[in-house]
Antibody, heavy 118, light 107 residues
Protein backbone atom coordinates (compact mmCIF):
# COMPACT_ATOMS: atom_id res chain seq x y z
CA UNK A 1 0.00 0.00 0.00
CA UNK A 2 1.37 3.38 -0.99
CA UNK A 3 1.80 5.67 1.99
CA UNK A 4 3.08 9.23 2.21
CA UNK A 5 3.43 10.72 5.68
CA UNK A 6 4.39 14.36 6.13
CA UNK A 7 5.98 15.79 9.25
CA UNK A 8 7.77 18.86 10.48
CA UNK A 9 5.05 21.48 10.42
CA UNK A 10 4.03 23.90 13.15
CA UNK A 11 4.21 27.54 14.12
CA UNK A 12 7.15 29.61 12.92
CA UNK A 13 7.91 33.32 12.97
CA UNK A 14 8.14 35.35 9.78
CA UNK A 15 11.63 35.30 8.32
CA UNK A 16 12.53 32.02 9.98
CA UNK A 17 12.98 28.56 8.44
CA UNK A 18 11.23 25.24 8.61
CA UNK A 19 11.91 21.86 7.01
CA UNK A 20 9.14 19.47 6.06
CA UNK A 21 9.64 15.77 5.48
CA UNK A 22 7.57 13.21 3.65
CA UNK A 23 8.27 9.56 4.38
CA UNK A 24 7.26 7.26 1.55
CA UNK A 25 6.53 3.55 1.66
CA UNK A 26 4.79 0.89 -0.37
CA UNK A 27 6.46 1.69 -3.69
CA UNK A 28 9.89 2.09 -5.26
CA UNK A 29 10.54 5.70 -4.27
CA UNK A 30 13.41 6.34 -6.66
CA UNK A 31 11.21 5.50 -9.67
CA UNK A 32 8.97 8.53 -9.21
CA UNK A 33 9.14 12.29 -9.41
CA UNK A 34 7.68 13.84 -6.27
CA UNK A 35 5.96 17.14 -5.55
CA UNK A 36 4.77 19.46 -2.82
CA UNK A 37 1.36 21.09 -3.04
CA UNK A 38 -0.09 23.57 -0.59
CA UNK A 39 -3.48 24.88 0.41
CA UNK A 40 -3.80 28.13 2.32
CA UNK A 41 -6.77 28.50 4.68
CA UNK A 42 -9.99 29.04 2.75
CA UNK A 43 -8.05 28.97 -0.53
CA UNK A 44 -7.51 26.51 -3.36
CA UNK A 45 -4.63 24.15 -3.91
CA UNK A 46 -1.36 25.38 -5.40
CA UNK A 47 1.55 23.40 -6.75
CA UNK A 48 4.75 24.39 -4.92
CA UNK A 49 7.66 22.36 -6.25
CA UNK A 50 8.63 19.16 -8.05
CA UNK A 51 11.77 17.07 -8.01
CA UNK A 52 12.75 14.44 -10.52
CA UNK A 53 13.11 10.78 -9.53
CA UNK A 54 16.88 11.08 -9.18
CA UNK A 55 16.97 14.59 -7.74
CA UNK A 56 18.75 16.00 -10.76
CA UNK A 57 15.97 18.43 -11.69
CA UNK A 58 13.85 20.70 -9.55
CA UNK A 59 11.04 23.09 -10.39
CA UNK A 60 9.36 25.78 -8.28
CA UNK A 61 6.43 28.13 -8.43
CA UNK A 62 7.57 31.72 -8.81
CA UNK A 63 6.50 32.82 -5.32
CA UNK A 64 8.86 30.38 -3.60
CA UNK A 65 11.85 30.47 -5.93
CA UNK A 66 14.99 31.33 -4.00
CA UNK A 67 13.29 30.66 -0.66
CA UNK A 68 12.20 27.01 -0.80
CA UNK A 69 14.33 24.00 -1.68
CA UNK A 70 12.93 20.62 -2.57
CA UNK A 71 15.21 17.63 -2.11
CA UNK A 72 15.07 13.90 -1.60
CA UNK A 73 17.01 11.06 -0.05
CA UNK A 74 16.27 7.97 -2.10
CA UNK A 75 18.13 5.73 0.34
CA UNK A 76 15.67 6.82 3.03
CA UNK A 77 12.62 7.10 0.72
CA UNK A 78 12.08 10.58 2.03
CA UNK A 79 11.15 13.86 0.36
CA UNK A 80 11.98 17.22 1.91
CA UNK A 81 10.96 20.84 1.60
CA UNK A 82 13.32 23.37 3.16
CA UNK A 83 11.44 26.62 3.59
CA UNK A 84 13.50 29.75 4.33
CA UNK A 85 12.55 33.40 4.74
CA UNK A 86 9.02 32.37 5.54
CA UNK A 87 6.19 34.85 5.05
CA UNK A 88 2.69 34.99 6.45
CA UNK A 89 1.36 34.11 3.01
CA UNK A 90 3.20 30.75 3.21
CA UNK A 91 0.74 29.71 5.91
CA UNK A 92 -0.91 26.60 4.51
CA UNK A 93 -1.32 22.87 4.70
CA UNK A 94 1.47 21.26 2.71
CA UNK A 95 0.96 17.94 0.96
CA UNK A 96 3.49 15.71 -0.67
CA UNK A 97 2.33 13.90 -3.78
CA UNK A 98 3.71 11.13 -5.93
CA UNK A 99 3.91 12.02 -9.61
CA UNK A 100 2.92 9.16 -11.85
CA UNK A 101 4.19 9.35 -15.41
CA UNK A 102 0.67 9.28 -16.87
CA UNK A 103 -1.69 9.99 -13.97
CA UNK A 104 0.32 12.88 -12.55
CA UNK A 105 -0.42 13.32 -8.82
CA UNK A 106 -1.78 9.87 -8.02
CA UNK A 107 -1.04 9.49 -4.29
CA UNK A 108 -0.98 12.21 -1.65
CA UNK A 109 -0.09 12.47 2.00
CA UNK A 110 -2.57 13.69 4.58
CA UNK A 111 -0.84 17.05 4.83
CA UNK A 112 1.02 19.03 7.47
CA UNK A 113 0.08 22.50 8.66
CA UNK A 114 2.56 25.36 8.59
CA UNK A 115 1.61 28.60 10.32
CA UNK A 116 3.81 31.64 9.83
CA UNK A 117 3.01 34.20 12.48
CA UNK A 118 4.69 36.32 15.11
CA UNK B 1 -0.78 29.73 -16.31
CA UNK B 2 -3.91 27.77 -17.20
CA UNK B 3 -6.87 28.86 -15.12
CA UNK B 4 -9.28 26.20 -13.91
CA UNK B 5 -12.74 27.34 -12.89
CA UNK B 6 -14.68 24.81 -10.85
CA UNK B 7 -18.39 24.98 -10.12
CA UNK B 8 -20.31 24.91 -7.95
CA UNK B 9 -18.17 25.77 -4.94
CA UNK B 10 -20.69 24.03 -2.72
CA UNK B 11 -23.49 21.62 -3.38
CA UNK B 12 -26.34 20.17 -1.33
CA UNK B 13 -27.62 16.82 -2.54
CA UNK B 14 -29.76 13.94 -1.30
CA UNK B 15 -28.76 10.30 -1.04
CA UNK B 16 -29.43 8.55 -4.33
CA UNK B 17 -29.29 11.81 -6.28
CA UNK B 18 -27.20 12.33 -9.39
CA UNK B 19 -24.46 14.88 -8.77
CA UNK B 20 -22.45 16.80 -11.36
CA UNK B 21 -19.40 19.00 -10.80
CA UNK B 22 -17.72 20.96 -13.58
CA UNK B 23 -14.26 22.32 -14.31
CA UNK B 24 -13.64 24.73 -17.15
CA UNK B 25 -10.11 25.47 -18.30
CA UNK B 26 -8.88 28.73 -19.81
CA UNK B 27 -7.26 26.94 -22.71
CA UNK B 28 -7.37 23.55 -24.31
CA UNK B 29 -5.70 20.81 -22.28
CA UNK B 30 -6.88 17.82 -24.29
CA UNK B 31 -7.89 15.24 -21.68
CA UNK B 32 -5.18 16.06 -19.15
CA UNK B 33 -7.42 16.54 -16.16
CA UNK B 34 -7.81 14.58 -12.95
CA UNK B 35 -10.55 14.53 -10.32
CA UNK B 36 -9.90 13.98 -6.63
CA UNK B 37 -11.95 13.37 -3.52
CA UNK B 38 -10.81 14.68 -0.16
CA UNK B 39 -12.39 14.07 3.22
CA UNK B 40 -11.49 16.26 6.23
CA UNK B 41 -8.13 15.33 7.73
CA UNK B 42 -7.45 12.77 5.02
CA UNK B 43 -5.21 12.64 1.99
CA UNK B 44 -6.79 13.51 -1.34
CA UNK B 45 -7.65 10.42 -3.37
CA UNK B 46 -7.43 10.17 -7.15
CA UNK B 47 -10.84 9.35 -8.63
CA UNK B 48 -10.53 9.98 -12.34
CA UNK B 49 -7.46 10.52 -14.52
CA UNK B 50 -7.19 11.58 -18.13
CA UNK B 51 -10.67 13.06 -17.75
CA UNK B 52 -12.55 9.78 -18.14
CA UNK B 53 -10.50 6.91 -16.66
CA UNK B 54 -11.62 5.55 -13.33
CA UNK B 55 -8.77 4.99 -10.88
CA UNK B 56 -8.41 1.39 -9.76
CA UNK B 57 -10.49 0.68 -6.70
CA UNK B 58 -12.80 3.67 -7.05
CA UNK B 59 -16.55 2.95 -7.23
CA UNK B 60 -18.10 2.81 -10.67
CA UNK B 61 -20.74 5.38 -9.70
CA UNK B 62 -18.01 7.96 -10.34
CA UNK B 63 -17.44 8.94 -13.94
CA UNK B 64 -15.81 11.72 -15.91
CA UNK B 65 -16.58 13.30 -19.23
CA UNK B 66 -15.24 16.18 -21.22
CA UNK B 67 -15.99 18.28 -24.22
CA UNK B 68 -13.49 20.86 -25.35
CA UNK B 69 -12.46 22.83 -22.30
CA UNK B 70 -15.32 21.68 -20.10
CA UNK B 71 -14.90 18.69 -17.80
CA UNK B 72 -17.51 17.04 -15.61
CA UNK B 73 -17.41 14.64 -12.70
CA UNK B 74 -20.63 12.73 -12.15
CA UNK B 75 -21.75 10.64 -9.23
CA UNK B 76 -24.68 8.62 -10.55
CA UNK B 77 -26.26 7.87 -7.19
CA UNK B 78 -24.96 9.66 -4.11
CA UNK B 79 -23.86 7.45 -1.22
CA UNK B 80 -23.18 8.64 2.35
CA UNK B 81 -19.45 8.01 1.95
CA UNK B 82 -19.34 10.40 -1.02
CA UNK B 83 -19.79 13.42 1.22
CA UNK B 84 -16.46 15.17 0.76
CA UNK B 85 -14.62 17.90 -1.08
CA UNK B 86 -13.87 17.38 -4.76
CA UNK B 87 -11.31 19.16 -6.89
CA UNK B 88 -9.81 18.92 -10.33
CA UNK B 89 -6.24 19.27 -11.54
CA UNK B 90 -4.97 20.11 -15.00
CA UNK B 91 -1.70 18.36 -15.82
CA UNK B 92 -1.38 19.47 -19.43
CA UNK B 93 1.24 22.10 -18.70
CA UNK B 94 3.36 23.61 -15.98
CA UNK B 95 2.59 24.95 -13.53
CA UNK B 96 -0.06 22.44 -12.55
CA UNK B 97 -3.22 24.28 -11.55
CA UNK B 98 -6.27 23.24 -9.62
CA UNK B 99 -9.95 24.00 -9.57
CA UNK B 100 -11.19 25.85 -6.51
CA UNK B 101 -12.96 22.81 -5.09
CA UNK B 102 -16.54 21.76 -4.47
CA UNK B 103 -17.86 20.98 -1.02
CA UNK B 104 -20.53 18.30 -1.34
CA UNK B 105 -22.95 18.10 1.57
CA UNK B 106 -26.12 16.21 2.35
CA UNK B 107 -29.40 17.97 1.90
Amino acid sequence: EVQLVESGGGLVQPGRSMKLSCAASGFTFNNYDMAWVCQAPKKGLEWVATISYDGSSTYYRDSVKGRFTISRDNAKSTLYLQMDSLRSEDTATYYCARTHRYKDFDYWGQGVMVTVSS
Amino acid sequence: DIQVTQSPSSLLASLGERVTITCQTSQSISNNLNWYQQKPGQAPMLLIYYATSLQTGMPSRFSGQYSGRSFTLTITSLEPEDIANYFCLQHYSAPRTFGGGTKLELK
